[in-house]
């Protein structure tokens, strides 16, 4: 459970509606739809949710809940370096550079900030993102919010961390608010408590917007 106690905020509230307003006109063309509560007629084959949403992925449209993720969790958090520098915080240092990012990273590599975002949103599309559609169920049904709280974590401590944990469990069964605070446990490095998860976590701080913060800002 969360330390704090998790509200829905304006920020939040502006954050996702504003997303929603970039992408009206491109990916709800393609998104699927959600399962209709009424019984029809007519019969036909049911299109998984994962293949529209890779048809829209491969016209290049990015993913409301990616978009969402990336410019009001992520890139805040994480913070941009555009030079590689050694991160001695994990158990074993790792190269990393731009928005956190070490696949691949070397020694005196450097980007440019328009291609450290371009990086990022391709590696949480493949890397982050789609695991989630194809591994949690229900995943794609679920707010905005809370499927961008899902990326931000998982790009945080672990993608399969996120596919076997509570929170994933809570969106299956569609307790969304429980799914939002679940994922406040995971707030700790090294088995120490650390301030600043916390804050990523539950409500964030003065200039970032906190996980929980913005995925509960989602379901009402």
């Known amino acids: ?130 695991p989630l559609v194809d591994r949690v169920p229900g995943y794609s049904d679920a707010p905005i919010s809370l499927q961008a709280s899902m990326i931000s974590g998982a790009y945080n401590y672990g993608v399969q961390r996120q596919i076997d944990s509570t929170t994933a469990d809570r969106v299956g069964q569609h307790r969304y608010h429980d799914a939002c605070l679940a994922q406040t446990a995971f707030n700790k490095a090294g088995g120490v408590r650390l301030d600043g998860l916390v804050n990523r976590r539950e409500n964030g701080d003065a200039h970032r917007m906190g996980e929980a913060e913005l995925c509960v800002s989602g379901l009402s």
């Open 1 to 130: 459970m969360p330390i704090h106690k998790i509200v829905a905020t304006k920020r939040g509230k502006a954050a996702i509606a504003a997303v929603l307003i970039a992408v009206a006109s491109s990916w709800g063309a393609y998104a699927p739809s959600p399962p209709s509560a009424a019984p029809v007629a007519i019969h036909h084959v049911a299109v998984s949710p994962s293949v529209t949403i890779r048809a829209a992925i491969d016209k290049g449209y990015v993913p409301p809940a990616v978009k969402l993720a990336v410019e009001y969790l992520i890139m805040p958090w994480e913070g941009l370096r555009t030079t590689a520098y050694l991160d001695r915080l994990p158990k074993h240092p790792v190269w990393t550079v731009c928005y956190g990012e070490t696949l691949n990273v070397k020694k005196g590599m450097k980007f440019t900030p328009v291609e450290c975002e371009a990086k990022l949103i391709q590696r949480i599309i493949f890397d982050y993102y789609l």
